[in-house]
């Protein structure tokens, strides 16, 4: 079966930084574009970044461009979200999807999630 791992969460300071990972398992990952979402308490889930299946097209959220990137490496099946100058209106769960072909902003349209990793910014 399809397992999306996340991995990297924690608790940082305003200012810094963390790396995010989320392993995939189970789908022939060069086939998905792969995204991230995130949602706070109390708020509804939103879309962070996306990377299309070849790596060759990115796509950010206004509130994140500029301090967060994504990047994959599809021989590990593996996408990565680094995140720089932290802000504590980045605290959220963190979640990595998975949709085939287009890339999309749209939740409804991901097939696949993982469990998420909380990410606290303290200030």
């Known amino acids: 079966q399809v397992q999306l791992v996340e991995s990297g969460g924690g608790l940082v300071q305003a200012g810094g930084s963390l790396r995010l990972s989320c392993a995939a398992s189970g789908l022939t990952f060069s086939n998905y574009a792969m995204a991230w979402f995130r949602q706070a308490p109390g708020k509804e889930r939103e879309f962070v970044a996306g990377i299309s299946r070849s790596a060759g097209r990115t796509y950010y959220a206004d509130s994140v461009k500029g301090r967060f990137t994504i990047s994959r490496d599809n021989a590990k099946k593996t996408v990565y979200l680094q995140m720089i100058s932290l802000k504590p209106e980045d605290t959220a769960v963190y979640y990595c999807?998975?949709?085939?072909?287009?890339?999309?902003?749209?939740?409804?349209?991901?097939?696949?999630w993982g469990q998420g990793t909380q990410v606290t910014v303290s200030s």
């Open positions: 999807a998975a949709k085939t072909n287009v890339l999309v902003t749209t939740d409804r349209e991901y097939d696949y």
